[in-house]
């Protein structure tokens, strides 16, 4: 089995509400990234101390770095269904909750990767750990554009489009990594756009990459 696999499943096993939410609100899953991340460290400084390996699933140098990890803002994925896109031309409206839940893994401060929670056997569990350029691009779009509790933002991934967005306010739009990737953006910095502006290269993206698996 591949390691990094390995290492998930040790980990594992041992808006429109309030879409980035406000500590009262994280909860359960919350809760489960913070054991999550905890049994993690604890196999991982037992199994290899020492430098991380290469395609360790986080963006740390020693594994030591893992007793300074800690959990901090989380926020419930969304996603928009291709179909849906191609008929409707409100990207607020279509976006639904997945049940998914991602939370920033930092060390001493620094974004290093994500903790990504669902829901297992009717219990939240982290099941993975990775995403460490989505981790720093979330952290730095929040703090730019969210509010104290960071309500006003929820997280889209257009999941046929390979795109990521941060939505401000549930009417702008900033476009995350991915999504400046796939839709073939300029670098779009503090810019926020329009959901109106993204309709035609996400219905393009979404129809090249359904067409491209037929």
């Not at 101390?49 to 360790?56: L, Q, R």
């Not at 509790?149 to 995350?176: G, H, M, T």
């Amino acid at each position: 089995m591949h390691t990094h696999r390995l290492w998930l499943r040790i980990a594992c096993a041992a808006m429109m509400a309030a879409p980035f939410l406000a500590k009262a609100d994280n909860g359960a899953p919350l809760q489960a990234a913070k054991r999550g991340l905890a049994q993690f460290a604890e196999h991982q400084q037992a199994l290899r101390p020492g430098s991380a390996p290469v395609d360790f699933p986080l963006d740390i140098t020693d594994v030591s770095d893992l007793k300074q990890a800690t959990v901090s803002n989380g926020f419930q994925v969304y996603t928009i269904d291709p179909q849906e896109l191609q008929v409707r031309g409100d990207l607020p409206a279509m976006a639904k909750p997945t049940g998914e839940w991602r939370f920033v893994v930092s060390v001493r401060g620094k974004p290093v990767g994500l903790a990504t929670v669902q829901k297992v056997n009717g219990r939240y569990e982290t099941v993975a750990f990775g995403g460490a350029v989505l981790a720093k691009d979330v952290d730095a779009a929040m703090a730019h554009h969210g509010n104290s509790a960071r309500s006003n933002l929820r997280f889209i991934r257009v999941y046929q489009a390979r795109s990521d967005f941060l939505e401000v306010n549930r009417a702008k739009f900033a476009p995350l990594h991915s999504a400046r990737e796939s839709l073939l953006m300029k670098k779009a910095g503090d810019q926020l756009l329009d959901g109106a502006d993204l309709l035609t290269p996400l219905r393009a993206a979404v129809k090249a990459n359904i067409e491209a698996f037929r």
